[in-house]
């Protein structure tokens, strides 16, 4: 926009902003003095103050038809207009003071309903920094936010908001990020995270440094997208105008027939009093501009209120795996260490030498050993070989991590997780002490916990085709498929075969695209809805696309389509129900059972009704996402971080079953010992926990006891594995060693426990963790 169209648009704002109270003020006292001397018996003067009150109205709405007409639009206010004269001229200035009332108040709560249903994206626009302070050799200095360049070492003072996306540099950072994720709970990100821009430092000062530019940053993108959130796009405003287009010649040609019949030109009035088009105006901008804030609210941004209908009425979806349906950066999945060696161990030394590697797989090492709570040494004489790992020495020891040569010996056990990398469809980082293999870290892109849920609830909300569109290789997409219920899978594309496939499918249906990467921005930019992962996504990709989910949930997915079609579904409603009330109004009007004066009463309240039905758009439905009590949110974010800590117990019990040798002994009986120990110490104390304190609390959001019950089953047939296995304890010989025969007993219950352990913890993830915001 420039400047020229700039200027006028924002004194015509000014002028309205005073216009529309002054306008409401002046036509109630007109009414109300009209009123007084009326009762009075002084009928004259009664009539002036009304007269007065209609002429008062008559010129801001001319000026309303003309701009309308210059806007190209056929002008609904002519009615009004009609309706104020059609009272001057046949002398009912008490209907035409209460037109003019009704055309003010209309305008009034027009206005206030579009700021009340805008509130959240103003916020948002306001919530923008405009500028930063950047530490230099001689001090702080406060400079403008567009001066910043990638790499600045900027200070966020404590209540301020981050400038830019960057990474801690000198302090943990304590965090408010519900401006972008909706969720009012604090986070911490220490040295060496990253933080996105337009978050809150909630805690003390700290140093970023600064890795994009203003134009580039997420909130950057994000502020340009909700400057442009608007609802007048919206195919159900246009259908709207297209109503209002006919609506006006026929209340003409009623009005008109009216008189002729009757011979009455009070009747002709008193129709186009009722035949006011305000329902049919606000109706539908109100309940759009409602659902973009609603949706604001949670983190979904959009860009516009045709991108909020499409989303309302789409019938297939097509999703990325990485960083959509996955999260995007690789997780332990398992350890395996050498014989004699324990997993703990093997991830221990591991994540010391990764510490001050940048790569993404040496970072899921670390966070995974800091998340068991792993006491890391102090490596020495660190160096990395891209592509090959890092080496260094850690307490004494010539340790590696990374790949093994392709000249190196790989024993029985390495060949076996060889083998169960290529099964899994999983990365591997070989451990090697001294220079021999001493374990195996198996890493893999798991699959969100909420996107079975999300998926669920699409289908639900009437999305009838689910397809992935992923540049992975066939067998890891074809598996996260299999487990989604996805109908159609499209492996190994080019950004060129994505944008195919997306032009493929809207030739069937309306069609959204959902990704998070740059290579998936030309897909975005193609699909009727673009959807971009914008938490952790590429600019590119929010920039092209209609919405951004600005947390890092794709729950908020399925949120926002409940959303679009319930905004679309209010909209149509009360256009629908507003221009009937109308036409019944008309018909009365026309027969002469309703006359100027109480048409004009009879019409403010189907305005009132009208609006109130709009912003119903601003609500939450219940339906969509369970209401949690905070007791429970607390248990469910209490349980998922006990999940991760016990994950290393998960790797021993698989361990302690792969070790057990057909050769019984003492090495054997402490194995099983050790495992039993973890089982009674740290397992079954969670598992009794969650089933005495978990599932009660989740009973009434899940529709009673019944709906944990399966899970329940689990709790059980994991307490009779721990116990078979205790079992078989006593049962050993009284020298520490196992009979042959147990052997065999023994690695069916440790294998079986592993099983039944991360199925359980997969299903509870899935179901009850991913409800917690």
């Not at 890891?476 to 989604?484: D, G, H």
């Not at 629908?576 to 109480?598: N, Y």
Request: hydrophobic letters at 50%; charged letters at 20%.
């Amino acid at each position: 926009m420039n400047h020229t169209t700039a200027r006028p648009r924002r004194l015509a704002a000014a002028v309205t902003s005073w216009l529309e109270p002054v306008l409401l003020a002046v036509t109630a006292a007109a009414l109300t003095g009209g009123g007084i001397a009326w009762l009075a018996d002084a009928r004259g003067l009664a009539d002036l103050f009304w007269a007065l009150g209609t002429v008062a109205a008559v010129v801001p709405a001319i000026g309303w038809v003309l701009a309308a007409l210059r806007r190209g639009h056929a002008g609904v206010d002519v009615i009004a207009v009609l309706a104020l004269g059609g009272t001057l001229a046949v002398g009912e200035y008490l209907a035409g003071a209460l037109i003019a009332l009704m055309l003010a108040t209309g305008r009034a709560l027009e206005a206030a309903a579009q700021r009340r249903a805008s509130h959240d994206l103003r916020a948002l626009l306001e919530h923008a920094p405009r500028s930063a302070h950047r530490r230099t050799a001689t001090g702080v200095a406060t400079v403008p936010l567009r001066e910043v360049a990638a790499g600045d070492l900027l200070v966020v003072r404590p209540g301020e908001v981050v400038p830019v996306d960057g990474r801690v540099e000198n302090a943990t950072a304590v965090l408010d990020e519900a401006v972008l994720t909706g969720e009012p709970l604090q986070v911490e990100r220490v040295q060496g995270e990253a933080v996105r821009s337009g978050v809150v430092n909630a805690g003390g000062a700290f140093e970023l440094r600064a890795t994009t530019t203003e134009r580039d940053s997420t909130y950057a993108g994000i502020v340009r997208m909700a400057q442009q959130a608007g609802a007048e796009s919206a195919p159900v405003v246009r259908l709207a105008d297209r109503y209002a287009a006919w609506f006006l010649p026929l209340s003409v040609v009623v009005a008109g027939l009216a008189w002729l019949i009757s011979g009455s030109a009070v009747r002709a009035v008193a129709v186009l009093v009722v035949a006011t088009p305000c329902p049919l105006l606000l109706a539908a901008p109100v309940a759009i501009v409602s659902g973009l804030s609603r949706a604001s609210r949670l983190g979904v941004v959009i860009r516009d209120g045709g991108a909020l209908e499409n989303l309302g009425h789409a019938r297939t979806l097509l999703l990325d795996k990485t960083g959509t349906l996955t999260r995007g950066r690789p997780r332990v999945l398992d350890v395996t260490a050498a014989p004699g060696r324990k997993p703990a161990e093997v991830l221990r030394l591991a994540a010391s030498v990764d510490q001050y590697s940048p790569h993404v797989l040496a970072q899921a090492i670390v966070d995974t050993a800091r998340q068991r709570k792993l006491k890391l040494s102090a490596p020495t004489d660190v160096t990395e070989e891209p592509g090959r790992g890092a080496t260094g020495t850690v307490d004494g020891h010539r340790v590696s991590i990374g790949r093994l040569g392709p000249r190196a010996t790989r024993p029985a056990w390495a060949r076996a997780a060889d083998n169960r990398a290529l099964l899994d469809g999983a990365a591997v980082a070989w451990l090697a002490l001294d220079g021999q293999p001493a374990g195996a870290i198996l890493l893999r892109d798991p699959l969100r916990h909420d996107a079975p849920r999300t998926l669920r609830h699409l289908r639900t909300a009437g999305i009838e085709r689910l397809l992935m569109l992923t540049g992975d290789r066939a067998a890891p997409a074809r598996e996260v498929a299999a487990v989604l219920g996805l109908d159609d899978v499209r492996a190994e594309l080019s950004p060129t075969d994505k944008v195919a496939a997306v032009r493929e499918e809207r030739e069937r249906a309306v069609t959204v695209m959902v990704g998070d990467g740059v290579n998936d921005a030309p897909a975005l930019a193609a699909a009727d809805v673009g959807v971009a992962m914008g938490a952790r996504g590429s600019t590119a990709s929010s920039e092209a696309a209609d919405i951004v989910l600005t947390t890092d949930r794709v729950d908020r997915l399925a949120d926002a389509v409940s959303i679009a079609q319930r905004a679309r579904r209010i909209a149509v409603q009360s256009a629908l129900g507003g221009m009937l009330m109308s036409l019944a109004a008309m018909a009365a009007a026309a027969v002469g059972l309703l006359p100027p004066a109480a048409g004009a009463l009879l019409q403010e309240a189907i305005d009132v009704a009208v609006i109130l039905n709009a912003l119903r758009a601003l609500r939450v439905d219940q339906a969509a996402r369970p209401a949690l009590s905070p007791a429970a949110e607390d248990l469910i974010h209490r349980f998922a971080a006990e999940h991760d800590d016990l994950q290393d117990v998960l790797d021993a019990v698989r361990d302690a079953a792969d070790r057990l040798s057909d050769t019984p002994g003492p090495k054997a009986f402490s194995i099983v010992a050790e495992i039993h120990r973890l089982l009674t110490e740290r397992l079954l104390p969670h598992e009794y926990a969650e089933e005495h304190q978990l599932y009660p609390a989740l009973a009434p959001t899940l529709g009673g006891p019944e709906a944990t019950a399966t899970m329940s089953r689990a709790h059980t047939e994991i307490e009779r594995l721990s116990r078979r296995i205790a079992t078989h304890l006593q049962l050993a010989h009284p020298d520490g060693s196992l009979a042959p025969e147990q052997l065999d007993d023994l690695r069916s219950c440790l294998y079986g426990l592993n099983t039944v352990l991360r199925l359980h913890f997969s299903q509870e993830e899935e179901n009850y963790f991913s409800l917690a915001p």
